[in-house]
């Protein structure tokens, strides 16, 4: 049984430029969230979705979006990158509403 | 922002001794959860904790809940090498319980 799994695990790119990450949730899952996580912090919500609709979102910028496909897989897009945006961003699974969560490894993502 | 702050930040003890992780936040929450990160990659959630609920056990692991006190406590016993990790609580809001919000982490290291 497959886990939550994310790609790629490491990215470099300049600022500016545009980059997508993908996740594929646990099998049986139907909920994706998106989290990023900053070096010594713990993760921030980005947002969520489920039935390919954005349920919930984060403090963040118009930048950052997503989508979710109908085998309920996601991307997430960050444009017009900024140092900033460098960090290590989680992609987590649950099935419905359930409030327990299960994480991938992460992609890493740093902005030169 | 984050809502949680935990604490300590870091803590180091013996294999087989008990350690203690604290967590606090400030809003009113529908539950609250741990979870452990091994060298900065992917989340596995420990136990999930309800606003009703007081105190759950989970093999080694017992958390208990003050909502008055908008506390948490996470002990673990019997330490192993293997806990050596860094542990996060994570609230789940009124509305929408799976937008968690993390605090930022304890690092946990298990001397042998």
């Known amino acids: 049984d497959a886990g939550v799994t994310q790609s790629p695990t490491h990215l470099i790119k300049t600022r500016g430029q545009q980059v997508t990450l993908r996740c594929s949730p646990k099998?049986?899952?139907?909920?994706v969230s998106w989290y990023q996580q900053a070096l010594g912090q713990g993760p921030q919500f980005i947002f969520q979705?489920?039935?390919?609709?954005?349920?919930q979102r984060g403090n963040f910028p118009d930048r950052f979006s997503g989508h979710q496909y109908p085998n309920y897989s996601s991307e997430l897009n960050v444009n017009a990158l900024l140092l900033g945006d460098s960090a290590l961003y989680l992609c987590?699974?649950?099935?419905?509403?359930?409030?327990?969560?299960?994480f991938g490894s992460g992609t890493q993502l740093s902005v030169l | 922002s984050q809502q949680g702050e935990e604490d300590p930040q870091a803590l180091s003890i013996q294999e087989g001794e008990n350690a203690t992780m604290n967590c606090s936040y400030k809003?009113?929450?529908?539950?609250l959860q741990w979870y452990r990160q091994n060298s900065g990659r992917g989340l596995v959630h420990l136990i999930l904790?309800?606003?009703?609920?007081r105190e759950k056990h989970s093999g080694r692991l017992r958390v208990t809940l003050d909502t008055s006190k908008k506390s948490s406590s996470l002990l673990i016993t019997a330490s192993r090498a293997a806990d050596t990790a860094s542990y996060f609580c994570?609230?789940?809001?009124?509305?929408?319980?799976?937008?968690?919000?993390f605090g930022q982490g304890t690092r946990l290291t298990i001397n042998p």
């Open positions: 987590a699974s649950s099935f419905g509403l359930n409030e327990k969560l299960f």
């Open positions: 099998s049986g899952h139907d909920t």
């Open positions: 979705y489920y039935e390919e609709e954005e349920r």
């Open positions: 809003t009113s929450i529908n539950n």
């Open positions: 904790i309800r606003s009703n609920e």
């Open positions: 994570a609230t789940g809001p009124l509305q929408g319980a799976q937008k968690l919000v």
